[in-house]
C-alpha cells in the first residue's frame, strides 16, 4: 500500500498563492500546505486554513530570503540592511557555524515563529523550511529541539530517488544527489533520533515550479511503496517576490487536472496530510476524516 501527502508551500506568500491552495483542495487533490507565518499574506493564508478543516497545515520556517517574525534589531546577525532575512544562504551557513551569537539570534527566530504558528490557532501538521534550510546540521538539530515543544511530529526529509523520476521522463537526473545526500541522510538519522515522522521519498526538488499534470500524474503512477510527498508551488499567477521561472498557474492546474484525480483513485493509494499517517510504515491507513478519495 502506498500513502501520499500533496503539499502546497509558500501558503501566505501572497493572495495568488492563497486562492490557488484553497483551489487545490477543494477541487483537486492538494492534501496539505505549508504556511510563511511572517508572509505579508499569512493572516489571508489562515483564515482560509480555518474555512478548510481537512486542510492540514505546517509551518514553512523562513531563515532565508523573507521577513523575520522577529523585530529585525533582535535578529541582526541575520538580515540586511533593509531588515529583511539575508539570500546568501552559503555565508548564512558559516556564519551560524562560526558565531555564538548568531545562533542564539537564529535559535529564537525559529522559536518566534513555531510560537507565531500556535498563536494562529492551527493545528501544527509538520515543519520544513524555506529553500530546504533544515539540512544545516545547525538548523536542523534547532528544529528537532524547539518543535516538540510546539507540537512537532513530522518533518519533510528532500530525498528524491531517481530511479522513479527516470520512469516519468527517462534521463533524468534527482535534485537530491551525491552532494545533497549526506545531508538528507544526516538529517533522517536525527529525525529517528527525536521520533519524528519522515515520509520515505519526496518529490518536487528536480521539477520545482515545473510539475506539469503529465509529471504529476506520472509520479502518482510510478510511487514506490511506502509515505510518499509531492510538494508544489501553486499560484493563480505571478505575483510580488515570485519567481519568474515558476509556472505557478500550471502546478495549479495540475492539482486539479481530471487525470491527476483518476490516478488518485488506485485502491491502493490513500492521501492525507502527515497528520493522517502515524507511522510511515502505516501508510496504508489514513485517518478516514482527512483521506481524500476523489
Known amino acids: 500500500m502506498k500513502g501520499l501527502i500533496v503539499t502546497a508551500d509558500d501558503f501566505g506568500a501572497a493572495r495568488e498563492v492563497n486562492d490557488a491552495v484553497e483551489i487545490g483542495h477543494r477541487r483537486g487533490i492538494l492534501t496539505a500546505a505549508s504556511l510563511m507565518i511572517g508572509a505579508p499574506a499569512a493572516a489571508d493564508a489562515i483564515a482560509r486554513a480555518r474555512r478548510l478543516p481537512t486542510l492540514r497545515v505546517g509551518l514553512h520556517l523562513v531563515l532565508v530570503e523573507g521577513r523575520p517574525v522577529l523585530p529585525p534589531a533582535a535578529v ?23 558565531s555564538r551569537e548568531a545562533r542564539r539570534q537564529l535559535a529564537a527566530e525559529i522559536t518566534a515563529q513555531f510560537a507565531a504558528f500556535r498563536d494562529a490557532g ?11 534550510f533544515h539540512l544545516h546540521p545547525l538548523v536542523a538539530r534547532l528544529l528537532c529541539e524547539i518543535g516538540p515543544r510546539f507540537g512537532l511530529r ?6 528524491e ?7 516519468v521522463e527517462p534521463g533524468t537526473r534527482s535534485a537530491s544527489g551525491p552532494l545533497l ?15 519524528l515522522l519522515a515520509p520515505d521519498q519526496v518529490f518536487g526538488l ?33 505575483y510580488a517576490g515570485g519567481s519568474p521561472a515558476y509556472g505557478y498557474r500550471e502546478e495549479l492546474e495540475a492539482l486539479g487536472a481530471p487525470e491527476v484525480i483518476a490516478a488518485c483513485r488506485d485502491p491502493a493509494l490513500r492521501l492525507g496530510g502527515f497528520a493522517d499517517f502515524p507511522m510511515a510504515h502505516a501508510a496504508c491507513e489514513p485517518a478516514a476524516a482527512s483521506a481524500r478519495a476523489h
Not at 545526500?181 to 521520533?195: E, F
Request: aromatic share 6%; net charge positive.
Open 76 to 98: 541582526s546577525r541575520l538580515v540586511r540592511e533593509d531588515g529583511w532575512l539575508r539570500c546568501d544562504m552559503a555565508r548564512v551557513g558559516a556564519l551560524i557555524a562560526a
Open 122 to 132: 492551527l493545528t501544527l501538521d509538520h515543519c520544513n523550511a524555506h529553500k530546504h
Open 154 to 159: 513530522a518533518v519533510r526529509l528532500p530525498l
Open 161 to 167: 530517488p531517481a530511479r522513479v523520476l527516470r520512469r
Open 181 to 195: 545526500k549526506p545531508w538528507v541522510l544526516a538529517l533522517r538519522r536525527r529525525l529517528r533520533a527525536r521520533g
Open 206 to 238: 528536480r521539477w520545482s515550479g515545473q510539475m506539469t499534470r503529465s509529471r504529476l500524474r506520472a509520479l502518482i503512477r510510478f510511487l514506490p511503496a511506502g509515505l510518499s510527498e509531492i510538494y508544489l508551488h501553486p499560484a493563480c499567477g505571478p
